[in-house]
């Protein structure tokens, strides 16, 4: 297997991809990983499109493939069955597996070389394997996205963001755009990289068979972070509206009081301090997709353990996230969607984590005792940190 050395980025350095490109405009980084970065087979991707566990789709497209009005799609959702494959043909189909990264950890090394973007924005990695002709059409994306050549090539047609582009529905569960003007047309081959910008056209054909990694990038709505406000159990959302002298004869006809939205604005803002938005933000962000692929210890194994990591040293599992925000005093501190406050001080150590994705000894011995013991047992417990492999 093939072992990822390079940079997403290449010979681009990291600042001038955020200032430049990242949600701006797309990039083609030509050799972005040395070789081939040959994660996965095709059989294995088929065999994980049998699980019921794992989230595919089989598509099959006819006639044109370079003009999407005039082509006939066919869509099936996974599990599929071992005989899907048998009838298919040699042209004209992708499978698709989503959050691939959480079943097959050489699949994890990707987001390795992502470290030059905050980890709590990684999503997932989606694998396709596409036969001659195969893909899903041209399409827009509400996300940022790193589009790997695994083995084979494909032919990429890129627009430019904000490009207006009518929406059809070739298939009711398809989602497309209209052939659009291209302002990239390439072909990639192993190691090469493209970013696509949200909302920018793209539109991918194989040629002959081949494999792509796309590797998805999150963004926080504000309705995710309200929510996660509404359930905090820590706040109280009893208070009542009092009429007092308010009310007048005919607000009985139906009329509401025209000081009823302030009165709820301002119940709102008492509520929704800067520290619970934090804490409501936080926690959305670095939440899983599937926590219970992490291995969790309980409380008194996971104590022992963090004796042991402060003498051999610790890793972050790859599928961890981890983060903080620095208020006043306090280190406001999210593992895989858990909120833990902790003092100041601990912020190299998750900077680090985040970077080289490991501890030494010597890096820990450098830390705060106290609240680093602490952080290490809740880590471990709840599977976002490990022992260094032997």
Known sequence: MAQIEASMLGDMSPEEFLSDYWQKKPLLIRGGFAGDPALITPEELAGYSLDDDIESRLIQNNESPHDS???????SHGPLQENAFEDLGESNWTLLVQSLDYFHPPLQELTKACNFLPRWRLDDIMVSFATENGGVGPHLDKYDVFLVQGEGQRRWRVGYQGQKVST??????IAQVEPFEATMDVIVNPGDVLYIPPATPHWG????????????????????????VLNSASLEF????????????????GALHSEL??????ELEKLLNKR????AAGKTVTELKYPEMLETVDLPKSQELSEIA???????????????????????????????????????????LNQAHHLTKHDLEELPRLPLGEFLTHGIALGALTLPEA
């Open 205 to 228: 054909i194989s040629v002959g068979n081949s494999i792509t990694y796309s590797i998805g990038f999150r963004a926080p709505s504000i309705g995710s972070i309200l929510d996660a």
């Open 276 to 279: 619970e938005l934090l804490i």
């Open 69 to 75: 009005k005039h082509q006939r799609w066919q869509l």
């Open 261 to 266: 939205p302030e009165w709820s604005q301002q």
């Open 168 to 173: 059809i529905n070739p298939h009711p569960q």
């Open 238 to 253: 009893d208070s009542l509206w009092h009429d007092e002298s308010k009310l007048k004869k005919y607000h009985a006809f």
């Open 310 to 352: 402060l003498t051999e040293g610790i890793a972050i599992n790859p599928l961890a996230r981890i983060a903080y925000f620095e208020h006043e005093q306090a280190l406001l501190t999210f593992i895989n969607g858990i909120y833990f406050q902790f003092p100041k001080g601990l912020e190299k150590a998750i900077q680090k």
